[in-house]
């Protein structure tokens, strides 16, 4: 089946059906059938026969001039019977070179590649395997810990090991670059609830309270908060992604062969650098929150120096040093959970997107959970 | 040799990234049916070479002539027509990972011909029995081993039946036995299909089964630096680097000295 030495794309394929007696059905094609060409036949054949009965067909190739995979395909669906259900099917007329082709490929080899049926769901084992998924990887998180924890000891007494330009690039990558999409979101955050907060508390005359409660939902609440989002989107991610390539490049099994344990070379950095720069980028997201409120009161006419007093007499140095806790906390989160989901990373194509999408999401979730459970403690401490 | 025998020809194609020139004075010609290696030291620029052949990249200066339209001058419906007449087959497979190989193999045909998805299906599973590779037309790529994952590779790149194909190191990385078959198919294919094949190895047991003609590129002089056939170029070639590339001879400044027991 060699290919013409010129190959003019749009020459004509074309079939003739004739319809005999006795339900017999003879189909004629002639000319180039390929992948561009082999459509034109397969339409005028399946109009010609569509509703009629067949019991023979007869396919007469003898004036096929070139056919390829795609024109095979139309003489083989029509030997399988596709447009004539039931009808006894041949072929006649093709070339021997065509011939040879043809019959490399048979009904038997379609009716063996047919896929395999879809497992079904069964909810009993998809919930008791979704239970172990789970427990597993509870234990493991608690390895996980352990070993973070055993490294951070390990290199308190060795600093050597501690590689401190490794935490200087995740310091600056991780901190000093995420500044920008620090500020935009924090002030526009402050901004929207000063602003939402305005128009009610107009009605009670009680605008000025905007500054307590902008002071309090940023430097509590939301500063921690986005701080610990952004970084989880921007740096747990990264995190994740860095630390999945290594392990698919197999770069994690040439660090242990080399009797280094990843955890301490790669994650104690990763979880260092985070750990102390969440308080600066939680007090810095605070600042920024609470300058977009200021902005709005300022539209609405407050003196700054009014502003200034009332934020002073709601915050206490207890509220800011609770908000940064919050922050290391969530920075803790943030990196412990990037290194694991990287270091669990599968193999396969998808594998270190889906280490990636892991890592934020339960970040994001752990980071929500554990501020709910700072905001209890924090009630019954007060009580 | 009139014009319709060559399918591939290359004029002075100079290629190279942003001003750092790789290859230059470039120029060959590749019949129709043959088989012809591009070869060369590891870095010399032979996939670079490749990928201005195929069209990925813009070469600084020269043409690259298919099937007689020049692939570097060709914009919009004819460069897309010249696109349909080559496969290709990269490094890695480059398999769709979240496509079956069945799946992998009819995209071509999906994208390209209104062909009736169960005649598509046909076409697919064909070139899928043709590399050995039916009973896995279901399977995912990253359940394939290397070997299958080149030869799915290469079914896809025949999906719309060119009459050129284009394999990047087909053999790198496979066991002999799995490299000598890969090796057959190419012969089977060019034989019997007329299939003109362009390939980026230097596996010399590979060059030697199915290698037609070769040429040689050279990292220190940016050229080319032979062509010919290559038990020829290995006994005949002036130039004793290429002889002693087919020889497969290390370089005397890496030559292990002899030690003295002691």
């Known amino acids: 089946m060699k290919p013409p030495e010129t190959t003019p794309e749009s020459a004509a394929a074309t079939a003739e059906v004739r319809l005999e007696a006795g339900g017999r059905a003879v189909v004629v094609l002639r000319g180039r059938l390929d992948s561009l060409t082999a459509m034109g036949p397969w339409r005028q054949v399946e109009q010609r026969l569509h509703g009629v009965a067949v019991t023979a067909l007869e396919v007469d190739a003898g004036g096929i001039e070139y056919c390829d995979g795609s024109g095979m395909a139309l003489l083989h669906c029509l030997q399988m019977g596709f447009l004539t259900p039931g009808a006894t099917v041949t072929v006649r007329g093709l070339t021997p070179e065509l011939q040879r082709s043809f019959d490399n490929f048979s009904a038997a080899d379609y009716r063996a590649s047919v896929p395999p049926p879809p ?57 000093a670059n995420a500044l920008p999409i620090v500020s935009l979101i924090s002030l526009l955050v402050g901004l929207v609830i000063a602003f939402e907060a305005a128009q009610p508390l107009a009605l009670f005359g009680a605008q000025i309270f905007i500054a307590d409660m902008i002071g309090l939902v940023m430097v509590r609440e939301l500063g921690p908060m986005m701080a610990a989002i952004i970084l989880a989107g921007r740096s747990g991610s990264a995190f994740a992604a860095e630390l999945g390539t290594m392990k698919v490049n197999e770069e994690l099994n040439a660090l242990q062969t080399m009797g280094l344990d990843p955890v301490r070379f790669l994650v104690v950095q990763r979880v260092v650098a985070s750990v102390l720069l969440t308080p600066l980028l939680t007090v810095y997201a605070m600042f920024m929150g609470v300058l977009g409120g200021v902005l709005v009161m300022l539209g609405i006419g407050f003196p700054l120096v009014a502003i200034y007093n009332e934020l002073v007499l709601r915050l206490t140095a207890g509220d800011v040093l609770i908000g940064t806790t919050k922050g290391v906390v969530f920075g803790l989160i943030v990196a412990a959970v990037g290194c694991l989901r990287g270091l669990q990373t599968q193999k396969g194509p998808s594998a270190v997107g889906a280490s990636t999408t892991r890592a934020v999401v339960s970040s994001i979730l752990l980071i929500i959970v554990t501020d709910a459970g700072f905001s209890i403690l924090l009630y019954v401490l007060r009580q | ?135 896995a037309a279901h399977q995912q790529p990253a359940e394939l081993s290397g070997g299958m994952q080149k030869r799915a590779a290469i079914a896809r790149a025949m999906a719309l039946d060119p009459g050129i194909l284009f394999l990047d ?34 596996e010399l047991p590979s060059i030697y089964a199915v290698a037609d003609r070769v040429i040689m590129l ?45």
């Open chain 1, 119 to 175: 497992l079904r769901n069964h909810i009993p084992t998809d919930l008791g395997r979704g239970a172990r998924a789970m427990a597993r990887d509870f234990v493991e998180q608690v390895r996980f810990i352990g070993a973070v924890a055993q490294g951070l000891v390990g290199t308190l007494f060795r600093p050597r090991l501690m590689r401190w330009d490794e935490v200087m690039r995740v310091f600056e990558s991780a901190g």
């Open chain 2, 1 to 135: 040799m009139n014009d319709h025998d060559i399918a591939i020809a290359v004029k002075g194609l100079k290629v190279g990234y942003d001003h750092v020139v790789v290859l230059k004075d470039i120029s060959f010609e590749v019949r129709r049916g043959e088989v012809f290696v591009i070869l060369g030291g590891s870095g010399c620029g032979k996939s670079t070479l490749l990928k201005h052949l195929i069209g990925l990249f813009e070469p600084m200066a020269g043409e690259v002539w298919i099937e007689g339209v020049n692939l570097v001058a060709a914009e919009g419906e004819a460069r897309r027509r010249l696109l349909r007449r080559f496969g290709v087959m990269y490094q890695s497979g480059a398999l769709f990972g979240s496509l079956t190989v069945l799946e992998n193999v009819r995209l071509p045909l999906d994208i390209f011909t209104d062909l009736p998805e169960r005649a598509r299906n046909l076409v697919a599973l064909g070139k899928l029995k043709q590399v050995g590779l039916a009973a």
């Open chain 2, 169 to 202: 190191e087909p053999s790198a990385g496979l066991d002999p036995v799995t490299s000598a078959g890969l090796d057959a198919l190419i012969n089977d294919l060019a034989e019997n299909m007329g299939i003109t094949f362009v390939i980026v190895t230097h």
């Open chain 2, 218 to 262: 050279d990292q220190k002089t940016r050229t080319l630096i032979a062509e010919g056939r290559p038990e020829a170029l290995r006994d005949h070639s002036p130039n004793p680097w290429v002889r002693q590339f087919f020889k497969r001879e290390a370089e005397p400044s890496v030559t292990a000295t002899p030690t003295t027991p002691t």
